[in-house]
Antibody, heavy 125, light 108 residues
């Protein structure tokens, strides 16, 4: 059974740094073709892709947020951590982590097949 | 950056009807890298379609995807009450791996 769960503070102050942890089970991030990504969704708005780390430690970031984001993985703990610096009220959102798959039966694809339940982070003084 | 534009923004239909949702990309990419998700209020998104046309595990066959290049379509053949939700497309053709703005499918 594959599960992912986000954890971290529910409230941060403007200019603070947010650290979110995605703890997963049922798969390994050392397996070729696997990744874990972060996506956020402001209240009532659309999904926004933030960052992704692949099994080989290749990383991708949203260009608009790249200067403030860092994604790291700890394969031994089955965790992926996202840090976001200089938080602003516009960063108030539900933050999701999800598993990325890049191959199915030898054919290349990319998609997020399992998602965490999400965690709401509010940025306010 | 590949921009995905979904249309319509809101689609009002009745159960039993057919729904056709569009996702148009600002530049062409491989259909292997187009996915569709369904999101209901208060829930995380759920994968419906990957590779533009492959149904994810457990997804009913009333859901189908098609398209290539810059134009992709999600079709729901006969709407069930549980299908009324918001639908997003996402591309992995090039980083950043952008989402469309969503189509809300509501009961008429």
């Amino acid at each position: 059974q594959i599960t992912l769960k986000e954890s971290g503070p529910t409230l941060v102050k403007p200019t603070q740094t947010l650290t979110l942890t995605c703890t997963f089970s049922g798969f390994s991030l050392s397996t070729s073709g696997v990744g874990v990504g972060w996506i956020r969704q402001p209240p009532g708005k659309a999904l926004e892709w933030l960052a992704l780390v692949y099994w080989d430690d290749d990383k991708r970031y949203s260009p608009s947020l790249k200067s403030s984001l860092t994604i790291t993985k700890d394969t031994s703990k089955n965790q992926v951590v996202l840090t976001m610096t200089n938080m602003d009220p516009v960063d108030t959102a539900t933050y999701y982590c999800a598993r990325l798959i890049t191959m199915v039966r030898g054919v290349r694809f990319k998609f997020l097949d399992y998602w965490g339940q999400g965690t709401l982070v509010t940025v306010s003084s | 950056e590949i921009v995905l534009t979904q249309s319509p923004g809101t689609l009002s239909l009745s159960p039993g009807e057919r729904a056709t949702l569009s996702c148009r990309a600002s530049q062409s990419f491989s259909s292997s890298y187009l996915a569709w998700y369904q999101q209901k209020p208060g829930q995380a998104p759920r994968l419906l379609i990957y590779g533009a046309s492959s149904r994810a595990t457990g997804i009913p066959d009333r859901f189908s995807g098609s398209g290539s290049g810059t134009d992709f379509t999600l079709t729901i053949s006969r709407l069930e009450p549980e299908d009324f939700a918001v639908y997003y497309c996402q591309q992995y053709g090039d980083s950043p791996y952008t989402f469309g703005q969503g189509t809300k499918l509501e009961i008429k």
